[in-house]
Each structure stands twice: as structure tokens, then as C-alpha cells.
């Protein structure tokens, strides 16, 4: 039996607050406002990392603040069709095959990280290419205010009371509403579940964020192309290698059999998760070696 858990906050919700302007509403969820403030807080920090001309190689930024606001432009777009275009395609091919419409409708929620960061990482390279920036400044740039729109974006997942973890009986588990309620077959006793969304971002966001605060600042990172980026792509593989454990696949990934339900799991016995992260975590730990070995 569960001896204690958390009821979800009833005064939580996916709204901020909503305008009926006749005939047509308009909502502030918490979601977009966790979107907007990761971007002009990372585009805030790039810009005040470019006034530190000590933290690069060469003791000179590679990019004028101005040009830190056109990179901005560039990565809202990648993010949001990578993200959208990630979660079509990845997680519910079917469904938008049979309503493409329902593609358009970003604010009704629906974005994959991995999506959004190829998305971004193209933004990048193409805004580095036609501006003559080493993409690797642009890189290891976008990689060290990352965490700070990842933890954005995991409280407004706990908020939206999305994403959860599976089942639990342990102390801090939360009793999510609407779907979140809903127990396995087997499952006999009030589902609370894990609240995978703060696991997540105490670990992308906080914690990552922390390491990248600590290799730009004191140990100089920036001077050695593409260690930061590495780092942040390897740290975060194996956060979200490891969360994967405890959170629920979305519904597309489960299996329903008499005693509950059954994650289907990849060739590899992973998650679609953790195989989008294991890559991530390669080419991280391959960028690290490689920025360690050259010469600064």
C-alpha cells in the first residue's frame, strides 16, 4: 500500500489565463511561456558570454551581439518544424497521415526534443555558413543554454500533467489527473506515478546546466571547438537514458496484455527514447576526445 503521495496541485493549469475576443480565443499556456522564456534567456546569455572575450579562443568572440539576434531568428525556426516535424514522424506517423491539417496546430502541444535539436543544429550550421562563424562557436554556443530551456520545458510538462512516470508506491508520488489516474489492470491500489517531468528537469535542465555553467566559466571550454557541445550531448543521452526507466512511452508504445501493459521495446531492448539518445551520447563522448586531444 502507498503510505503517503502527492496529490496533484488542483490550482495547476495548462493556461495561463485566456481572451475570448469574439469569437476567437486567446490562450497563454504555460508551455509557450516556457518556450519564449528559453529562448530570450539563452539568447541573453550568449550575448553576455560575448562580452567576456576571455572565455574564446584567441581571446576574441566569434560573433557581435547583433548577429547572436540573428541566430535567434534562425533557431526559433529550426526548433519549432524540428520539433513538430520529430513528433510527426517519430511518435504518430498514422494519426497526422489521416489529419494533416492537425500538423499546423503546434499550441495544441506535440514536440520532440531529439526533433527540435536537429532542427536547430541545422539552423546553426546553415546561420554559421552564411555569416563565416566557425560552427563550432555557433555549437558550443546554442549547447550551454540548452539546459535552461529543457528544465523550462519539463516543469511546464509537470504542469500540463503530461509525461509522467509509471506507477509507483514510493513517498513523492504524484496523483496525476485524467489519464495519469488510470492504473494497469493489476494495479490495485491509488496509481500514483512517478513525476518523471521534475526528474527530468532537475537533471537536463539543472544539473546539465550547472556542468556547462562550470566548463564555460572556469574551465575555459569555449577555447577548445565543439567540448561543449559534446558534453551537453552526452549529458543529456544519458539523462534521458537513464529517466527512460521510470517514465511511461507514449501510448503508440505500449502493448496492453491481462496482467497490465508492456512497453514494446526496439531490437536492442530499448525505448524509442533511449535509442533516439543513445546516438547523442556517442557523438558526445566522440566530441569531448577529440576537442581534449587537440591543442588549444
Known sequence: MIAAVIEFPSFLR????????????????????????????????????????QLWRGGEA?????????????IIVGVILGGRLGFVLIYQPDYYLAHPMQILKVWEGGMSFHGGLTGAALAGFLFARLNGIPPSAVGDSMAMVIPVGLGLGRIANFINAELWGHPTTMPWGVLFPGPGSVCPPDWLVVCARHPTQLYEAG????????????????????????LVTGTF????????????????????????????????????GLTMGQSLS???????????????????
Do not use: C, K, N
Open 14 to 53: 495548462p493556461e495561463i489565463f485566456s481572451l475570448d475576443l469574439g469569437g476567437f480565443t486567446f490562450a497563454l499556456r504555460w508551455y509557450a511561456l516556457a518556450y519564449i522564456a528559453g529562448f530570450v534567456i539563452g539568447w541573453r546569455l550568449i550575448v553576455a558570454a560575448t562580452r567576456r572575450p
Open 62 to 74: 566569434p560573433f557581435t551581439a547583433d548577429q547572436v539576434e540573428s541566430l535567434l531568428t534562425w
Open 203 to 226: 537533471m537536463e535542465g539543472l544539473l546539465l546546466g550547472l556542468v556547462m555553467w562550470w566548463l564555460v566559466t572556469r574551465a575555459r571550454a569555449l577555447t577548445r571547438p565543439w
Open 233 to 268: 550531448l552526452a549529458g543529456y543521452g544519458l539523462a534521458r537514458i537513464l529517466v527512460e526507466f521510470w517514465r511511461m512511452p507514449d501510448d503508440q508504445f505500449l502493448a496492453v496484455d491481462p496482467a497490465g501493459y508492456v512497453i514494446r521495446l526496439g531490437d536492442l
Open 278 to 296: 543513445l546516438p547523442m551520447v556517442m557523438i558526445g563522448l566522440g566530441l569531448v576526445i577529440t576537442a581534449r586531444m587537440r591543442r588549444t
